[in-house]
């Protein structure tokens, strides 16, 4: 598929901002070069260390979750290549963290978006979220817990949002008034949360 067709897919779903992101941001500098050929395909691709660049159409859904707006800060985890952390970017155009477990993904990561200077990238194990950098407007876990990360709800500012797989559905998980308030949109498939 051609970049030009997989926006015009994508625009049918999702708002002009995320649309307009991901026509900035080349996806194919974030792939190995023998996968940047498939860089528009609307699908999950491997980045090697059993780490996944996820399906655009996935990317954009939650994305829309997060209800982004300008300014928020925001925190990713499981940030891989760092495809999202530049959407994240364009989009909001406020401080960015992503954490990466997977030494090598981080490192070549921190090149890929050096022109960011918004965008910081830590090598940790970010099952436990990021206490010292907390609160955040939004938190997006982008890869697949088996369970509720709760011990993040207190990582979020009041009227915050984390989106996060839970087995094989997304769920956004907003916190209003004191209070946690949950959807669930199944049929979605991610390689699991690293905690080690």
């Known amino acids: 598929m051609e970049k030009q067709q997989l926006l015009n897919y994508l625009k049918n779903y999702f708002p002009e901002e995320i649309i307009k992101a991901f026509?900035?941001?080349?996806?194919?500098?974030?792939?190995p070069e023998n996968l940047k050929d498939l860089a528009y395909e609307d699908?999950?691709?491997?980045?090697?260390?059993?780490?996944?660049?996820?399906?655009p159409y996935t990317i954009?859904?939650?994305?829309?979750?997060?209800?982004l707006k300008k300014g928020q800060k925001i925190l990713e985890i499981g940030s891989?290549?760092?495809?999202?952390?530049?959407?994240?970017?364009?989009?909001?155009?406020?401080?960015?963290?992503?954490?990466?477990?997977i030494k090598p993904l981080a490192e070549?990561?921190?090149?890929?978006?050096?022109?960011?200077?918004?965008i910081k990238?830590?090598?940790?194990?970010?099952?436990?979220?990021?206490?010292?950098?907390?609160?955040?407007?939004?938190?997006?876990?982008?890869?697949?817990?088996?369970?509720f990360p709760e011990h993040l709800y207190s990582q979020l500012k009041p009227n915050g949002i984390i989106v996060v797989p839970v087995r094989d559905s997304i769920f956004q998980i907003k916190k209003q008034n004191g209070k946690i308030k949950i959807k669930e949109f199944p049929g979605f498939v991610f390689v699991n949360l690293v905690n080690e």
């Open 23 to 31: 026509k900035k941001v080349p996806r194919e500098n974030f792939l």
């Open 43 to 55: 699908t999950a691709l491997p980045l090697g260390y059993g780490a996944t660049i996820s399906q």
């Open 60 to 67: 954009a859904f939650m994305l829309s979750l997060l209800e």
């Open 80 to 101: 891989g290549c760092g495809y999202v952390l530049a959407l994240l970017a364009e989009i909001t155009k406020s401080k960015i963290y992503g954490i990466e477990i």
């Open 108 to 118: 070549q990561s921190k090149k890929t978006l050096k022109k960011y200077k918004n």
């Open 121 to 147: 990238v830590f090598c940790k194990n970010g099952f436990s979220g990021f206490p010292e950098k907390a609160p955040f407007d939004r938190i997006l876990v982008s890869a697949s817990a088996n369970t």
